[in-house]
């Protein structure tokens, strides 16, 4: 994932001022084409799948209310994670970033609107549409980039801890409307610093904490105790915990998707220095990667299955990227950048191969083959036990035998 600007085929350098510039103009365009018909049709989606969330969550949990037999279980269990999954995706996240605002319904708007999920509105606002959507695959910049718990980058030096990182993503995607409310706490880095008296951080806390006992006694507590009568108590509380981890790991694996995956560019801090709309919207384009599917898909990933169309616009309604998705994909061809799609399983499957190939030394992965395994085992073993300046040596090794291995490749693919 070596930042754009240190690639020796840089994707964009083929672009001139010129016609970087014009490509800001002609998405602004398909954007206006948007804003400029955008009405009852919108609305009337939007209200629908509202009405669809709740009618679907309040039968689930009625359903739970019998869950001790079985068929009730699995049945309430799969509607209250789809309900989740609906509340959090096509309709939160989107109504959180004023998709809907020019409705002017002050019951579907993002300066009223709470969701089912452990951060508050306001602090998940400020992290994802101010910072995350400004400074997108931006290095050091936008910490969604491996939310500040993973290596993302072949340039951070590699070490040791880095090889837990697969653990922690699975750990950090089971649990993952918590980690995305210490996120956005910036609680790692009030711990560095030792800032846990700061007033504000001390007051963003409080709400964090009351959004989660709030939560938690929704579907740990209230709920349950409901369920009493039918001797059905233990098997809501399963029900409940179960489909908040569907929600994670679902939520999880969609965002992974949207930045993550093999194909997507990052960026150097200093890149965005003087940057004009023109740049911004060639950063969006190039750093976001989309999911292939059904429109059933789409709707469950809250359009994010659209990710470099919702990351050009952010602000427009999700269920309108589907319809512009093929022009945006026509201005990558014409300008001849690459659009990053990929079916969810192979995209899915490239995300994590980047997360597991940079939890190791660069280029240990690209080094590795059947043959050779027990020999880069030992290198592993000496890069963990050993100086900084040892492993700096071995490194050079397994970046020489990684050239040689795709030198070799080429050749082959000549042939």
């Not at 750990?171 to 009030?190: K, P, Q, R, S």
């Not at 409901?226 to 569907?246: H, M, W």
Request: net charge positive; hydrophobic share 40%.
């Amino acid at each position: 994932m070596t930042v754009i600007q240190k690639k020796a085929d840089n994707p964009i350098a083929h672009l001139s001022r010129e016609d970087i510039e014009q490509i800001g103009v002609e998405l602004d365009a398909i954007r206006q084409e948007v804003v400029d018909s955008r009405g009852a049709k919108d609305a009337a989606y939007i209200r629908r799948v509202i009405k669809t969330q709740r009618s679907v969550e309040l039968g689930s949990r009625a359903v739970l209310l019998f869950s001790a037999f079985p068929p009730a279980w699995v049945l309430g269990t799969a509607g209250l994670s789809l309900s989740k999954i609906l509340d959090n995706m096509e309709i939160g996240h989107n109504i959180l970033h004023g998709q809907w605002d020019w409705m002017r319904d002050p019951k579907i708007h993002s300066t009223t609107w709470d969701w089912d999920h452990a951060t508050p509105a306001e602090q998940w606002k400020r992290s994802h549409n101010e910072l995350h959507h400004t400074y997108t695959n931006v290095i050091g910049k936008d910490n969604d980039l491996g939310y500040g718990i993973m290596r993302v980058d072949e340039d951070q030096p590699w070490v040791p801890r880095y090889l837990i990182q697969p653990v922690w993503n699975f750990i950090n995607a089971c649990v993952f409307e918590y980690g995305i409310a210490a996120y956005d706490l910036e609680l790692g880095v009030v711990l560095r610093k030792k800032d846990t008296k700061n007033p504000v951080f001390r007051a963003n806390l409080k709400k964090v904490l009351g959004k989660i006992r709030k939560q938690a006694t929704k579907d740990y507590v209230v709920h349950p105790l409901l369920s009493i009568p039918t001797g059905s108590f233990v098997s809501t509380l399963l029900a409940n915990a179960t489909a908040n981890v569907v929600r994670n790991l679902w939520a999880h694996s969609v965002i992974m998707c949207g930045h993550f995956p093999e194909g997507v560019e990052t960026f150097e801090k200093r890149s965005i220095d003087g940057e004009t709309k023109g740049d911004w919207y060639v950063r969006q384009m190039l750093g976001s990667a989309n999911i292939s599917g059904s429109k059933l898909m789409h709707i469950m990933t809250g359009n994010l299955s659209h990710q470099v169309e919702h990351h050009l616009f952010p602000d427009l309604p999700s269920n309108r990227y589907g319809e512009i998705a093929p022009k945006v994909q026509a201005l990558f061809e014409k300008y001849g950048l690459n659009y990053c799609a990929r079916p969810l399983v192979p995209q899915v499957y490239s995300a994590w191969h980047r997360v597991v190939r940079l939890s190791l030394p660069n280029d240990w992965l690209d080094s590795t083959t059947r043959e050779n395994l027990p020999e880069q085992l030992v290198k592993l073993y000496k890069m963990v036990t050993g100086t900084p300046r040892e492993r700096r040596a071995i490194q050079v090794s397994l970046t020489r035998a990684a050239r040689a291995r795709r030198a070799r490749s080429d050749e082959v693919l000549a042939a």
